[in-house]
Structure formats: C-alpha cells, structure tokens
T-cell receptor, first 113, second 114 residues
C-alpha cells in the first residue's frame, strides 16, 4: 500500500548550516506531496507542497522537488535558523481511501546558535 | 479566516475514566479528520467525516472510541474507558474537499492517562 519513509532524527545543526531531510514514498499513481512542520506545543502547519512530477514547492526558504524517477521529495534549506527548530513530516494523500493524509514518522530538527 | 478550534488544550485523567474532545473546523470545510499522534510518531488517522457522514473509521478502536459530527460542522471525539496507551495528542483537521489536498490542523489536545 501507499507509504512514506523519512530519515530518522534527531538532526542537530548549527545556525546557517545546510539542511536536507530525506523522504521517499510508495504510491499508486502520482499523488500530491506535502511537507508539514510542527513547532513545539503546536499543531501541524503546511510548509510546502508539490502537485505533480518535477514540481518544486517552496516556502520560508525551504524547498522540495517532486522526483518521480526516485520517488523522493527531500526537504532542503540553504541556511537554517534557530527558529527552524521543529519536527518535520512528509505526507501524501491516500486517494483510494477518501484522500486521507499518510504521514512519515517525523524528523526532529534542532538548530543551535 | 479563523483556524480550526480545539478544546481543551490539555487533559489529565485516570485510566478507565472517560474523556471528550471538541473540534470546530474552518467554516465551509466539508471534510473533518481526527488524528492521534503518539509521542515520537507521525499522526495516525482515527476517523474522517465528509459533512456528517463517516468516510473512513478503519483505524478507530470502536470498543472504546466514538466520534460524531452533528449537522456537518462541529465534532466530538470520546474515549470510554481510557487506557494508558491512549496518552497522545489528538489533532483535528479540516479541508475544503474530500481529496484532502492539504489540511488545516488545530493545535491539538494533549491527553495524559495516568
């Protein structure tokens, strides 16, 4: 069935370092792909999305490209800030079951000054 | 537009007690979801409503969990009786259409069962 796999955390970086969080998926067809972010004590917020192959989603300096050939949607940011410390979730909708979102297990990012 | 409202924010109960959570989705959003997020894991769907009908409740432990969405707007999720393993954050989300092309989540209710 459809599934999402994320790299395990936690990831600890210094401020201004380059960030990559890997996400690969298994799906029937070509669903939209999402990255959500969860700041401490808060609910999930949509960070970015891509709706078709080769699309690049971007927001707040974060980017992710929908790679059909490698079934990946890796999250990247060129220079992280302390305020980016959060848990990041990759997700895809399971269209065969009403469009529910399936989430990866989450990757915790901690950015040190 | 106003976001998804949830209450309470925190709840501590003893095992075998009952508890209820409330969610008010974004106005006009037909689809409402309840997710359970156990510490260190991704959210897991418990139940999905389309208006006031259930679309998917395959992961809802029906012997103890129940949910309803009266008049296709607000929703309540109940646990009776609670177990220790029910300790989690319960997230409500809504979306405009059934395909779920991106949800808006509430802040969640953190439940601790002792």
């Amino acid at each position: 069935g459809d599934s999402v796999t994320q790299m395990e955390g936690p990831v600890t970086l210094s401020e201004e370092a380059f960030l990559t969080i890997n996400c690969t998926y298994t799906a029937t067809g070509y669903p939209s792909l999402f990255w959500y972010v969860q700041y401490p004590g808060e609910g999930l917020q949509l960070l970015l999305k891509a709706t078709k192959a080769d699309d690049k989603g971007s927001n707040k300096g974060f980017e992710a490209t929908y790679r059909k050939e490698t079934t990946s949607f890796h999250l990247e940011k060129g220079s992280v800030q302390v305020s980016d410390s959060a848990v990041y979730f990759c997700a895809l909708p399971f269209y065969n079951q009403g469009g529910k979102l399936i989430f990866g297990q989450g990757t915790e990012l901690s950015v040190k000054p | 537009e106003a976001g998804v409202a949830q209450s309470p924010r925190y709840k501590i109960i003893e095992k075998r007690q009952s508890v209820a959570f409330w969610c008010n989705p974004i106005s006009g959003h037909a689809t409402l979801y309840w997710y359970q997020q156990i510490l260190g894991q991704g959210p897991k769907l418990l139940i999905q409503f389309q208006n006031n009908g259930v679309v998917d409740d395959s992961q809802l432990p029906k012997d103890r969990f129940s949910a309803e969405r009266l008049k296709g707007v607000d929703s309540t999720l109940k646990i009776q009786p609670a177990k220790l393993e029910d300790s989690a954050v319960y997230l409500c989300a809504s979306s405009r259409d059934r395909v779920g092309d991106g949800y808006t989540f509430g802040s969640g209710t953190r439940l601790t069962v002792v």
